[in-house]
């Protein structure tokens, strides 16, 4: 009898020697990790630790300046700092994913068109500009009206109960996190909102790094809303925040890349699953965990027609 999981294991099967032999490979997934730390959300994040681990203070020199000067000069410099980080690692993703074609997720595909290239490029810069304004949005509200949201600052490892909440509030950002990104992308998935807004996304039906952020704005906004929403109602320490934020930026990363990777994370699928999403279209909604699409109907099954007209409601 032919069942999905064996479907799915003979699909993988087929990477696992290339994938052991290749040591450049864990190099680029460790790299991935650290593109993080370039991104807007992960500067915000490395000024919240420092800001905790030194006793540092001068978040409030914020208030010495004009709110909109200090939003337009941070996000200038965060979206640089991103821009000067994401491209160039990005394009050592591309440079792999052309050399590498026995690790391709879709081995018979060519690469992209020049123009489609540069159109996710420019998408790219967009959208790291976009989600630097979000995150300076957060630094100056924290600072202008403290309390407003739930981020805390006080040292977690003081007490027993301050640890076990540290972990309790980053398993459950994680999931609401990745509920939100589920609901948005099968929101985007009707048929008004996939013609006018997601289908930009699915234009590249081979998808590599770029592509993690190769999104209309207002898609970047629904699919990452779920991360500004939750720092106003989950009491979060920063490295909360910055946990998450990591995980999310390097699967993201990775799943785009067109390569195949698998996790060592029990819940973590192989980036053959969402690049199943791209190259079959409604299914795979999930971000890093398949229980919503298990529950939804939406999991990729062997036999099933799927296809661009082919919606999932």
């Known amino acids: ?35 993080f730390f370039g991104s807007p959300h992960g500067i915000f994040c490395l000024y919240g630790i420092l800001h905790i681990c030194s006793g540092f203070s001068n978040l409030e020199v914020i208030k010495g300046q004009s709110a909109l000067f200090t939003f337009v000069s941070s996000s200038l410099i965060t979206a640089g700092g991103s821009i000067v980080t994401f491209i160039p690692f990005a394009r050592l993703w591309d440079k792999f994913y052309l050399e590498h074609p026995e690790l391709r997720c879709q081995q018979d595909k060519e690469y992209k068109p020049q123009g489609l290239w540069r159109l996710e490029v420019g998408l790219a810069v967009i959208n790291l500009l976009f989600a630097a304004m979000l995150s300076s949005c957060v630094a100056i509200l924290h600072v202008f009206y403290p309390g407003l949201d739930k981020i805390y600052f006080d040292n977690p490892i003081e007490s027993l109960g301050g ?47 770029f592509t993690s952020l190769a999104l209309h704005p207002i898609e970047f906004l629904m699919l990452t809303g779920g991360v500004y929403v939750g720092l106003y109602m989950i009491p979060l320490h920063p490295a909360s925040v910055m946990v998450n934020l990591l995980y999310i930026h390097y699967h993201n990363v990775v799943d785009h890349s067109g390569v195949y990777c698998e996790s060592t994370l029990p819940w973590q ?11 079959l279209f409604h299914l795979n909604f999930g971000q890093s965990l398949t229980v919503w699409d298990e529950l939804g109907g939406t999991l990729y099954q062997e036999g099933k027609r799927y296809g661009v007209g082919r919606f999932s409601w």
């Open 269 to 279: 699928p192989s980036s053959l699953y969402h690049d199943d999403h791209h190259r």
């Open 163 to 209: 640890f076990v909440w540290l972990i309790f509030s980053t398993a459950i950002f994680f999931l609401w996190i990745d509920l939100w990104a589920y609901v948005a992308h099968r929101v985007l998935h009707f048929p008004w909102f996939y013609k006018n807004i997601h289908k930009l996304h699915h234009r590249w039906k081979q998808t590599t790094a």
């Open 1 to 35: 009898i032919v069942t999905p999981e064996l479907v799915k294991k003979s699909r993988e099967n087929k990477y696992q020697n290339v994938v052991k032999k290749n040591d450049v490979m864990e190099t680029i997934l460790w790299l991935s990790i650290l593109s």
